[in-house]
């Protein structure tokens, strides 16, 4: 979930400049040169004018720049690393909620009263900061536009972002921005319930720390059972609705060559897995909340992951 990095990559996609080669590579329609080239003389051909292209640019490249290259100015970025991080921690968390019941043995004193409340906390908190800097950067992302790099030497266009505290991003948006994201701007509404869904979350990380509420009274199940499934609802509801509404060119054909679509495919089975799992919570059925838990920490990381990937396209 990378709202702010959809934005983008939709208002982009459309300048047909290549993201961080700034390399004219991607233009959807080229001009007709035969017609053009008999009614031009040599006077009008400046030297050193040329399209350059970015033979570099796949899918190892991409790969590549993820672990070379860190531009921690770029909120999208950031998005992207907070989230798979959070993801690496619920995985931690699950192991944890998983061995003892299938490995008794390897079971120690601090599992249930440090281990798997502090990892849960530690994941929904990058949770949290990765949401808000998400929706904070969505109208700054909106707005991003193509820069022509001034030098003595001819340059390719290139996209500038806005970089975390540049006079291009804007910490405080104009009145109306939001408004205007929220009415016409699909990954930004589900980015907005998504970061609803974590807010919930965290509040049953929370208040599920071993101390803090009597698990024998009715008000546990209140204020952890409850925001669990709600958060969990929501969760389901963004992913899914970022997976058909802006992976796909059509709601019911998948884009299965889309690094992308796979992104949100991930984080929705994941979503999916985590709801089921607040289900479980009002049974007795502790092997399949572990179970459901295990399975979607690591669907959800494989697609932060996925979606770290495909934001360094555009940062």
Same mark, same amino acid.
């Given at each position: 979930?990378?709202?702010?990095?959809?934005?983008?990559?939709?208002?982009?996609?459309?300048?047909?400049?290549?993201?961080?080669?700034?390399?004219?590579?991607?233009?959807?329609?080229?001009?007709?040169?035969?017609?053009?080239?008999?009614?031009?003389?040599?006077?009008?051909?400046?030297?050193?004018?040329?399209?350059?292209?970015?033979?570099?640019?796949?899918?190892?490249?991409?790969?590549?720049?993820?672990?070379?290259?860190?531009?921690?100015?770029?909120?999208?970025?950031?998005? +992207?690393?907070?989230?798979?991080?959070? #993801?690496? !921690? /619920?995985? *931690?968390?699950?192991? $944890?909620?998983?061995? %003892?019941? &299938?490995?008794?043995?390897?079971?120690?004193?601090?599992?249930?009263?440090?281990?798997?409340?502090?990892?849960?906390?530690?994941?929904?908190?990058?949770?949290?900061?990765?949401?808000?800097?998400?929706?904070?950067?969505?109208?700054?992302?909106?707005?991003?536009?193509?820069?022509?790099?001034?030098?003595?030497?001819?340059?390719?266009?290139?996209?500038?972002?806005?970089?975390?505290?540049?006079?291009?991003?804007?910490?405080?948006?104009?009145?109306?921005?939001?408004?205007?994201?929220?009415?016409?701007?699909?990954?930004?509404? +589900?980015?907005?319930?998504?970061?609803? #869904?974590? !807010? /919930?979350? *965290?509040?049953?990380? $929370?208040?599920?720390? %071993?101390? &803090?509420?009597?698990?024998?009274?009715?008000?546990?199940?209140?204020?952890?059972?409850?925001?669990?499934?709600?958060?969990?609802?929501?969760?389901?509801?963004?992913?899914?609705?970022?997976?058909?509404?802006?992976?796909?060119?059509?709601?019911?054909?998948?884009?299965?060559?889309?690094?992308?679509?796979?992104?949100?495919?991930?984080?929705?089975?994941?979503?999916?897995?985590?709801?089921?799992?607040?289900?479980?919570?009002?049974?007795?059925?502790?092997?399949?909340?572990?179970?459901?838990?295990?399975?979607?920490?690591?669907?959800?990381?494989?697609?932060?992951?996925? #979606?770290?990937?495909?934001?360094?396209?555009?940062?």
């Amino acid at each position: 979930m990378n709202a702010s990095a959809t934005i983008r990559a939709s208002v982009i996609s459309t300048s047909g400049i290549s993201m961080h080669t700034g390399h004219l590579s991607q233009l959807k329609e080229w001009p007709n040169f035969v017609s053009v080239v008999p009614n031009c003389s040599s006077d009008d051909i400046e030297v050193g004018s040329y399209v350059d292209f970015d033979l570099e640019k796949g899918r190892k490249s991409k790969l590549r720049r993820m672990f070379t290259t860190f531009p921690y100015q770029d909120a999208m970025y950031m998005v +992207a690393v907070l989230y798979t991080i959070g #993801g690496i !921690l /619920f995985t *931690i968390n699950s192991f $944890f909620l998983l061995l %003892p019941l &299938v490995a008794p043995s390897m079971n120690f004193s601090t599992e249930k009263s440090l281990a798997l409340p502090i990892t849960l906390i530690a994941g929904f908190s990058f949770f949290t900061l990765a949401g808000f800097l998400d929706l904070t950067c969505a109208p700054s992302a909106k707005y991003d536009v193509p820069k022509i790099m001034l030098a003595e030497k001819p340059e390719p266009q290139t996209h500038v972002p806005a970089y975390l505290g540049s006079r291009d991003w804007a910490a405080v948006p104009q009145s109306g921005r939001y408004a205007e994201l929220l009415a016409n701007c699909l990954p930004f509404q +589900a980015g907005v319930i998504h970061f609803l #869904g974590t !807010l /919930f979350l *965290i509040v049953a990380a $929370f208040t599920s720390y %071993p101390g &803090v509420l009597d698990t024998t009274k009715p008000t546990y199940a209140t204020f952890v059972y409850g925001p669990n499934l709600i958060g969990g609802f929501f969760f389901l509801v963004a992913n899914t609705l970022l997976l058909i509404s802006c992976e796909q060119d059509v709601w019911w054909k998948p884009n299965l060559w889309s690094v992308g679509w796979h992104s949100s495919f991930q984080c929705t089975i994941g979503s999916l897995h985590l709801f089921l799992y607040a289900i479980f919570l009002f049974t007795d059925l502790d092997f399949a909340c572990a179970v459901t838990t295990f399975v979607g920490s690591w669907t959800y990381m494989i697609g932060s992951f996925l #979606g770290w990937y495909v934001t360094m396209e555009v940062c």
